[in-house]
């Protein structure tokens, strides 16, 4: 500061009003010049003042005409409004100039209304008819086009009824930075001369950059006859794209963010991307989330196949929470919801719903055309391409004997991809469908995964619910994965064995454009090695569908369970090798008991097997093996054995069962719900809502704890609900949600922007009870505010807002005992005393009767140790006659016990007398899941109201109770 004092003092003040002005003059020259590159344009189709001779600056004389905006060259910071509700049909829109992505030229809309519309035509017919070869005679082509330049924003326009959409492309060999577009609804773009693969492409060059009509189209190089610069930095979000051949072509690609668009009901494919992060100097990353692909490819399909996604030459890239539904291929093969068609690396598909699709859930392969290095042309796989977390359900519908489809992945030649594959739940379309179909196996349609993948925490279920645990599913080089072990007879932890790699590819086929090989089917020499399990001495091996035991050294496939369940244990054993030996014994084993579930011995040359179905409850812990033992000799022992164990799900529970609305009323958006809670812990597996037949769009799902107000599921789930006939429609959970007993929730279905929802007023002035669930008078709850949990009351009104709800599987004491005699010597309070591992609810009692044993029995449950009958009072039970066997008493409320607590379950006899019993039955406990009972549990007394505790001859007198673990 001195310093500047003493210049300003040693020069002439005359030289200081000179330097001023002069840097007055200076400084409004450089605002004038900002001002001139930060211009705001007006257009309209409608405005009285409109014209396309003055400035176009203000809104009261805005331009007309969008000729006369593709004839200006924009600046970066610019923006040009289009006026909302105005259409501009007969035209295109070239957008011409370059911003940047920090400093944008913007399209938007000013005024109030529609968004401003650009329709080349008025409807997807009025479009001329493609012509292959002459470019005029397509008529008009694009809606919105900019040809080597970015930077700009386009926001809050719909584009309609013309060839392509929305299209960006460059021919330079430098890079371009920017391409923002927002809040657009794209639609009915259709009639593009089309690709005639598998022909070679004879169209006009300015017709071959696209296969097809493209809704919105974003490459950074223009044709395929040469290399040209990326466009970096992309933006597409809020947007929605209806009826296109395709809606999302994004490529030759950088930095991609994709969030919140809607892609439904396109003619040929579905969201392509297509060398994106791939071949650039990096870092970069790309991301679609939050979005919806729906129907397509569902009119024609294409030749080369259709996928709803599909990922080509692309790096680093996220996919999170998109939907991806009934893509078809009812021209071409395919029909998959997501496609790694080749040369991926780091691609994540997560959180997402892939759902109702002709083809595979997912496609891996190692395609000959994208599969390859331009340089080198020699094939490169897919690396790291992970599947997380996904709800995966009613995949491969299509019936095609040419090309078979699986529930989750089709899998083709792809090797040490990496990759991780877990925590997905996938359901099948049925019982009888193969999970995978993997080319390299033989047979290709197997339950088995690809090999070369982490996996973990993967659910199999069939469409009713039930959990499936194939042994050739969860087979993996870790012992313990998915809760399968390998042991060498049943002590020693097997050693794995990984397979050698398998010889590389024919690189011997047809040319492509690129002037590189395209046969990518493996050579006649070409392995495909599945690792195994093997004793570290001896000759005992144990493959993903096989077993091959030594002698003295039985093959132990062990699966254990991670809860109380009941389960069920169906597959053939059979040998594989029929060439010669002397057979192998298989059996299988709950917890090394000394009787085994199930037991055969298979001939050498037993090609058919021995098949087995089993039912049993298991608790945490308890482990089922499956055992092939050699004999003699070894010789041709390998045994095909891969046996399932499926988690069988009480039948579902909803609180409403005949009831229907008395209206439907369509006042004001609101968040409907009902107030619950289930008397034994369990799982919600659906939500459903009943609707008119017009009610349709998206419901937002939720489910609250009714005290805590906190929402329980994962997120909230947006539910398209469709049109059709009036009823219940269900919504399947994609994770079931766990919920305790006695516990008030509420379960929440917005209504759409249609409005509709059913009402009966006073439907809850009582409540509505079926099996455990239970409600309450003014269980029908609403709010007007979007996503808060509904608690407002009206009238008692029943919004039809539902549940299915699963109770914890029930376990009873006695399976399949049956007495060996009646007595009926005298009156007597009969029990049996057990205790249970875990805390939970007795629901109800059961006794086992002759077909005559009848009259009035007296229930209670006592607690042991203290001499007190628990129960609130003791009930009285009419048993009637009938054929002989089980008959239950359901408890009015079902009774808390705790864990490891003994109690005594007593039910009298009847004035008749009779009893069942079998002597001896009690000389060793019968345990049953988490049931415990002890020798001589029989109890008995001739003081009825009492509690037994005599025994007899370690006798089984048959009283038992259904208990439900909390």
């Known amino acids: 500061m001195k310093v500047q004092s003493a210049f300003l003092l040693s020069v002439p003040r005359k030289w200081i009003y000179a330097f001023a002005f002069a840097s007055i003059f200076l400084i409004a020259g450089f605002a004038a010049a900002g001002e001139a590159h930060a211009q705001t344009y007006y257009v309209s189709s409608s405005d009285p003042g409109r014209s396309d001779s003055g400035p176009g600056t203000s809104a009261s004389a805005p331009w007309a005409t969008l000729t006369k905006v593709s004839s200006v060259t924009f600046n970066a910071g610019d923006t040009i409004l289009l006026k909302k509700g105005d259409t501009w049909t007969g035209e295109t829109l070239f957008l011409k100039g370059s911003g940047t992505s920090s400093n944008w030229i913007t399209l938007s809309s000013y005024g109030t209304g529609a968004r401003p519309r650009i329709t080349p035509y008025t409807s997807e017919a009025a479009i001329p008819a493609a012509d292959p070869t002459n470019v005029a005679n397509n008529g008009i082509m694009y809606g919105i086009r900019l040809q080597n330049n970015a930077g700009w924003k386009i926001v809050g326009i719909e584009v309609a009824y013309t060839k392509m959409g929305i299209v960006y492309?460059?021919?330079?060999?430098?890079?371009?930075?920017?391409?923002?577009?927002?809040?657009?609804?794209?639609?009915?773009i259709a009639k593009w001369p089309i690709h005639p693969y598998p022909s070679a492409d004879n169209r006009a060059a300015e017709l071959q950059y696209a296969a097809y009509s493209i809704g919105i189209y974003a490459h950074g190089r223009h044709l395929d006859s040469g290399l040209y610069g990326h466009l970096q930095n992309i933006t597409i979000k809020n947007?929605?794209?209806?009826?296109?051949?395709?809606p999302l072509d994004v490529g030759w690609a950088d930095n991609i963010t994709i969030d919140s668009i809607t892609a439904k009901d396109s003619y040929r494919e579905g969201v392509q991307f297509g060398h994106v992060n791939y071949d650039g100097a990096g870092p970069f990353v790309g991301s679609f989330t939050n979005s919806r692909i729906l129907r397509s490819g569902y009119l024609y399909g294409f030749a080369w196949g259709s996928a709803g996604l599909q990922f080509n030459a692309v790096h680093h890239f996220t996919v999170d929470n998109v939907e991806i539904g009934s893509t078809k291929a009812p021209d071409g093969p395919d029909g998959v919801g997501v496609d790694f068609e080749g040369l991926n690396t780091d691609v994540t598909v997560q959180n997402s719903y892939i759902h109702d699709n002709d083809g595979d859930a997912f496609m891996l392969t190692r395609n000959g055309f994208w599969g390859r290095n331009e340089v080198t042309g020699m094939p490169i796989e897919n690396a790291n391409t992970s599947i997380i977390g996904n709800y995966i359900v009613n995949n491969g519908l299509k019936i095609d004997p040419n090309q078979p489809h699986a529930a989750f992945m089709v899998h083709g030649w792809n090797l040490g991809n990496g990759g991780t594959i877990s925590g997905n739940t996938i359901v099948k379309a049925s019982a009888s469908q193969a999970l995978n179909h993997i080319f390299e196996r033989t047979p290709r349609l197997t339950e088995s995964m690809p090999r070369d993948h982490v996996y973990a925490n993967n659910i199999v279920k069939l469409p009713g619910g039930n959990i499936i645990h194939y042994a050739a599913t969860g087979f993996y080089k870790t012992q313990g994965a998915a809760g399968w072990s390998y042991l060498v007879n049943g002590s020693t932890n097997a050693v794995w064995q990984e397979a050698p790699a398998p010889n590389d590819y024919d690189d011997a086929g047809t040319t492509q454009s690129y002037g590189i090989p395209y046969d990518y089917a493996p050579n006649a020499n070409w392995q495909y090695g599945q690792g195994y399990w093997k004793s570290s001495t001896g000759g005992m091996q144990i493959g993903d569908n096989w077993l091959l035991p030594d002698v003295g050294q039985a093959a132990h496939r062990v699966w254990t369970s991670d809860g109380i369940k009941k389960i069920r244990i169906t597959g053939t054993a059979k040998k594989a090798d029929v060439s010669g030996g002397d057979g192998v014994d298989v059996k299988i084993v709950k917890n090394n008991d000394a009787t085994p579930l199930w037991s055969g011995t298979l001939a050498y040359n037993d090609a058919t097997g021995l098949s087995h179905d089993v039912t049993l409850m298991v608790k945490s812990g308890d482990k089922i093996s499956f055992i092939a033992s050699a004999k003699s000799s070894a010789t041709g022992d390998k045994t095909e054995w891969n046996p399932v164990i499926e988690e069988v799900q009480e039948p579902g529970q909803s609180i409403y069962t005949t009831q229907v609305p008395s209206n439907f009323f369509s006042d004001a958006r609101y968040?409907?719900?009902?107030k619950f809670k289930a008397n034994v812990s369990g799982t919600i597996t659906k939500v459903r809502i009943y609707t008119k037949d017009t009610e349709s769009g998206i419901h937002t799902v939720r489910i609250w704890n009714a005290t805590t107000g906190a929402m329980l599921l994962p997120k909230a789930y947006d539910w398209d609900i469709p049109g059709g006939t009036a009823g219940w429609k269900e919504f399947t959970l994609p994770v079931p949600l766990a919920i305790s007993a006695d516990t008030d929730y509420i379960v929440s279905v917005t209504n759409s922007t249609d409005l509709y929802y059913a009402?009966?007023?006073?439907?809850?002035?009582?409540?509505?009870n079926n099996g455990n669930l239970i409600t309450y008078a003014a269980s029908g709850v609403g709010s007007t505010t979007l996503g808060t949990m509904p608690s407002i009351t009206y009238l008692n009104s029943s919004f039809f807002r539902d549940i299915v709800f699963v109770p914890t599987p029930s376990q009873t004491i006695f399976t399949t005992q049956t007495p060996d005699n009646y007595f009926y010597d005298a009156q007597y309070e009969l029990g049996t005393k057990f205790k249970t591992s875990v805390a939970g609810k007795i629901t109800k009692v059961r006794i086992y009767t002759n077909?005559?044993?009848?009259?009035?029995?007296?229930?209670r449950i006592w607690n042991v140790a203290t001499?007190?009958?628990?129960?609130?009072?003791?009930?009285?039970w009419s048993v009637p006659t009938g054929a002989a066997g089980w008959k239950e008493f359901t408890l009015p409320t079902p009774q808390a016990i705790s864990a490891n607590t003994d109690y005594i379950v007593a039910v009298s006899t009847g004035t008749d007398k009779l009893y069942a019993d079998t002597q001896h039955g009690f000389d060793s406990p019968i345990n049953n899941g988490s049931l415990v009972t002890y020798a001589a549990s029989g109890v008995g007394t001739t003081a009825l109201g009492t509690m037994p505790t005599s025994t007899y001859l370690n006798s089984n007198l048959f009283r038992d109770i259904v208990f439900v673990a909390d």
């Open 671 to 674: 968040d409907l719900g009902t």
């Open 239 to 246: 947007t929605t794209i209806n009826n296109t051949d395709a």
């Open 851 to 859: 077909g005559v044993e009848t009259g009035t029995h007296m229930v």
């Open 759 to 768: 009402d009966t007023q006073h439907g809850f002035d009582s409540p509505i």
């Open 867 to 876: 001499g007190t009958m628990i129960l609130p009072t003791a009930y009285s």
């Open 169 to 188: 492309t460059n021919d330079n060999t430098d890079n371009k930075d920017g391409l923002w577009i927002e809040d657009c609804y794209v639609h009915n």
